[in-house]
């Protein structure tokens, strides 16, 4: 059967680092297509150049017989690929029917024809055996339900590749089976089901083929009878990796700073426990969904746990915002640096002191001469020298964004630093020089908390790793114990391990 969607030496790079690099693949109707591949190896980048999301650097796409360079959201629409993403909007106060037909009503006499909009919803919910009313409310659902539904609306467009991007993070084993059976409707229809997903389960029981990426490279696409759970990871994972760092020993005291007990919020985070010394850097490894960001966010005062308790120094502390954060002596370096970070229309040397202007100030003026001594410090202390501080951020490169937005929060020298995804969309030297400051605050006992996809700068830069999966932490790791696919496998399936570590 000749493939519905071919892709020719796809590549794409952002601010000069590669994501994907020359990605050939064939989709064709009928089946489900699974890609996996750690966090950071191209899936979501992939699925937004094949829907229309985001352009392609170099290479060609084939749909239905014609040759593209890239593909627009509508084009790629008209052609009949959709997505749905992971991050969902979804309007709280519609009906379904209203939600799945938004902006395609259908009329009469220059009215909404309700009772038709109604039927047509029915069929499509009873044609993917979804047991939902029509006249339901969304705000009404839960998350998995959100999903299914969300699914229905791009069905009803009548795709001929639907992309699925992590579509059942929270699902629950019931709300599992209800998203088998119907992307299995699909299939038998023949459309091309496009399936991401980091459980690996779900993957190696849905699938027909399955398509491995690793650091933006295709590594093999075979048949899903054609491989085993561990063949697949193995690949995922690959050889070790070239671009390692050094590891600079760092040495905790034995004073827990952090101490975090049974951390819960709703089923991002389960019972969490653990705790942060002194001059320590601890790792947060798991994939998409794992709760790695959301205990940071919560630590920061972003998210509100249902329960649990948070002692900083043996003091307990209530952290509702992320004021109350800053006092308790916590810093945050977000993985949008772009968002929250930095201002990046402003000038670097604003950037080096909003956060500290009372230290600067007398009598509500800032004073010169210690706006430029402050700018010199952080300069020398961030290594930017070569800039001047009247160049705007949005100008200078994103490793040097990302050094002035660790100068920003560390500004006020903290006990604790919580740092998310630090290398996003950085060179390799950038990288290097990242976590030569994440050391150098470890040397001055700053307790850092780095989270990050890539295993190999956890296993370079961490005295410890915790392994999250579902929002539990199923492995602690100190550094002679590191070993990036028994990790992966963690991260995956905590039961493929014995409490002593090996296989099961």
Not at 287 to 306: A, N
Not at 441 to 457: E, N, T
Request: net charge neutral; aromatic share 6%.
């Amino acid at each position: 059967m000749d493939p519905i969607l071919s892709l020719s030496n796809i590549s794409r790079s952002f601010a000069s680092v590669p994501v994907l690099k020359g990605i050939s693949l064939q989709f064709h109707p009928g089946e489900i297509h699974s890609i996996v591949g750690e966090n950071g190896a191209g899936k979501t980048t992939l699925v937004h150049i094949i829907s229309g999301l985001l352009k392609p650097d170099n290479g060609e796409i084939l749909v239905s017989g014609r040759y593209w360079s890239s593909l627009s959201y509508q084009t790629a629409l008209k052609m009949g690929i959709l997505i749905v993403r992971q991050d969902l909007i979804m309007p709280e106060e519609a009906t379904l029917s209203e939600y799945i037909y938004m902006g395609r009503e259908p009329g009469r006499f220059g009215l909404v024809d309700y009772p038709q909009m109604e039927n047509a919803t029915s069929e499509i919910l009873s044609r993917l055996q979804l047991d939902l009313s029509p006249h339901s409310r969304v705000g009404q659902l839960n998350l998995a339900e959100k999903r299914l539904v969300a699914v229905a609306r791009a069905v009803s467009l009548s795709p001929k590749v639907l992309i699925l991007d992590e579509a059942t993070n929270f699902f629950s084993s019931a709300e599992d089976e209800k998203f088998t059976r119907l992307i299995r409707i699909l299939r038998d229809e023949g459309m091309c089901v496009v399936h991401i997903s980091h459980k690996l389960d779900e993957v190696m029981r849905i699938s027909d083929r399955i398509t491995i990426l690793r650091d933006g490279e295709h590594v093999k696409t075979l048949p899903t009878g054609e491989l085993t759970r561990d063949e697949v990871i193995t690949y995922m994972v690959g050889r070790e990796r070239n671009h390692t760092y050094y590891w600079i020993p760092h040495y905790p005291s034995g004073d827990n700073i952090l101490h975090v007990e049974n951390l819960t919020f709703g089923k991002r985070i389960r019972d969490i426990s653990f705790n942060l010394r002194e001059g320590e850097v601890l790792g947060l490894a798991g994939l998409v969904g794992s709760g790695r960001t959301t205990i940071g966010r919560i630590l920061f005062g972003l998210d509100h746990p249902d329960q649990g308790r948070i002692r900083i120094r043996g003091e307990e502390r209530v952290i509702a915002k992320p004021a109350d954060a800053m006092d308790a002596g916590i810093a945050y370096i977000s993985d949008d640096r772009h968002k929250f970070g930095i201002l990046e229309q402003q000038s670097l040397g604003f950037n080096l002191t909003i956060n500290i202007l009372k230290r600067m100030s007398r009598f509500f003026y800032v004073v010169k001469k210690k706006e430029r001594s402050a700018i010199s410090d952080a300069m020398e202390k961030y290594v930017l020298r070569r800039y001047r501080p009247d160049q705007v951020l949005k100008t200078l490169s994103g490793g040097t964004q990302q050094k002035v937005s660790f100068a920003r929060c560390t500004s006020e020298m903290p006990d604790i630093l919580i740092v998310d995804e630090p290398t996003r969309e950085i060179d390799l030297e950038g990288q290097k020089e990242i976590y030569r400051i994440i050391n150098n605050l470890a040397a001055q006992k700053v307790g850092v908390i780095l989270i990050s996809s890539v295993l190999g700068d956890l296993m370079n830069n961490c005295d410890r790793i915790l392994v999250l999966k579902s929002g539990k932490i199923v492995r602690e790791m100190r550094k002679a114990e590191f070993n990036e696919e028994m990790i992966m496998h963690y991260a995956i399936d905590s039961r493929l391990y014995t409490a002593e570590g090996d296989f099961s």
